[in-house]
């Protein structure tokens, strides 16, 4: 990896161990607020609720800054609602501090997204992407478990306190190593908003929504799971998080070597196989061993479509890449509020296990929805060859 990235993957590895740690100590949160486990997973909810909402907005009110600064300016923001999370005295704080660290979430990966991309070719852009989201992934395999560990041995605020220190440093490193990068070239904001007239890129943030609505009804609420219907003990929670993290940098891996042109039917099968590895989850989840096995699939076969995600997004919106990665974020925003309250409403309505199918029913919605657009956009690229092509809703970039 070229030095010059590592600095953004290692702010994305605080940024995206932020995002995913509450999961992790949703119990300790729910017993020190006195709230339950559905309401304690409101704090995926929110952070994703704003992010979506605020992604957009903050990228179009700095779009013109220089890449570096910027970068810089949401990281210290981060710290200071990492900060105030640490030290949070009620629910109520703790869920403005989240809204303050979701607020950089969206600009920050899209603006790095955009700048891993620029230093390649265009045939490597699915390996920069997948070199921003392994942030993510040593997230899942370092950040959270390590988190939930300390966590539980010394309290949820000493995991939120240490976060804060290590993105001080992912700060300070980015200051000293990512070079100075000019502002995009853009046009007015119009003007990049009209490359959202186009199908590829509704589409695109549609598939999105469900497919990632589905994955965190899974994810928001595994650890419960994990401990009540499987059996595990608390003390193995941390172990089983590095396992998912695991699987999650090897899907990871897999999602970089996937040529462009085969990128949307590598989603679609992915996406087919996750459906079919939730229902293995729900199926073997009573026995500790087989659930654990049935974990580290889950986690790989979402990282394997997880990055294919972005990635589409950006090929098909690629005249306004910045802002069009920051709307791919807050789809993946608003997939994360749909699952987290969907899968609390679940447990709510059924049982913590239900959680399980009922992730892979929104997989599938996903992965019909793709396989529908993949064949429209054969049947529409049959039909043209040959023919002149006319601008309009379906364009579409591969």
């Known amino acids: 990896m070229p030095l010059r990235l590592l600095a953004l993957t290692l702010c994305v590895f605080c940024i995206g161990t932020a995002e995913l740690l509450p999961g992790g100590v949703l119990p300790e949160l729910a017993d ?36 570096k600064a910027l970068l810089i300016g949401l990281m210290v923001v981060f710290v200071l609602g990492s900060a105030l999370a640490s030290t949070a005295s009620s629910y109520g704080v703790l869920v403005a501090a ?17 700048v891993a991309a620029g230093m390649v070719p265009p045939e490597r ?12 992934n040593l997230a899942t395999v370092l950040g959270v478990p390590l988190g939930t560990l300390v966590g539980q041995q010394l309290g949820w605020r000493s995991t939120f306190g240490a976060l804060t220190v290590l993105s001080v440093a992912g700060a300070v490193v980015m200051c000293l190593l990512l070079p100075t990068v000019k502002a995009e070239e853009t046009g007015s904001l119009r003007g990049e908003l009209r490359a959202f007239r186009s199908a590829g890129v509704l589409m695109s943030i549609l598939i999105t929504v469900l497919a990632t609505g589905g994955m965190f009804t899974l994810i928001t609420y595994m650890v419960p799971v994990l401990k009540d219907v499987s059996g595990w003990s608390a003390s193995a929670i941390p172990v089983l998080l590095i396992a998912y993290g695991v699987g999650s940098l090897l899907g990871n891996v897999v999602s970089g070597r996937i040529p462009a042109p085969s990128l949307l039917p590598a989603l679609i099968g992915s996406l087919g196989v996750l459906v079919l590895v939730c229902l293995l989850f729900w199926w073997v989840s009573p026995n500790p061993v087989l659930a654990a096995g049935a974990l580290f699939v889950f986690a790989f076969v979402t990282f394997v479509a997880a990055p294919g995600l972005q990635t589409y997004t950006l090929t098909q919106a690629f005249d306004a890449p910045t802002f069009s990665v920051t709307v791919s974020m807050s789809a993946f925003g608003l997939g994360a509020v749909v699952g987290s309250w969907y899968g609390g409403w679940v447990i709510d309505s059924l049982s913590l296990r239900s959680v399980a199918p009922a992730a892979g029913a929104l997989v599938a919605a996903a992965a019909l929805t793709a396989l529908a657009w993949h064949a429209k956009v054969r049947a529409h690229a049959v039909a043209a060859a040959g023919a002149p092509e006319t601008p309009g809703l379906l364009t579409t970039h591969g």
């Open 125 to 136: 852009t699915a390996a920069a992407v997948s070199t921003i989201v392994l942030g993510y």
């Open 32 to 67: 020190d607020f006195g709230v339950s486990i559905p309401t304690a997973g409101l704090l995926v909810a929110v952070y994703a609720a704003t992010m979506m909402i605020g992604g957009p907005l903050v990228t179009g009110f700095t779009r013109k800054a220089p890449a």
């Open 98 to 114: 989240r809204i303050v660290c979701a607020l950089t979430h969206g600009t920050f990966v899209a603006v790095s997204i955009v």
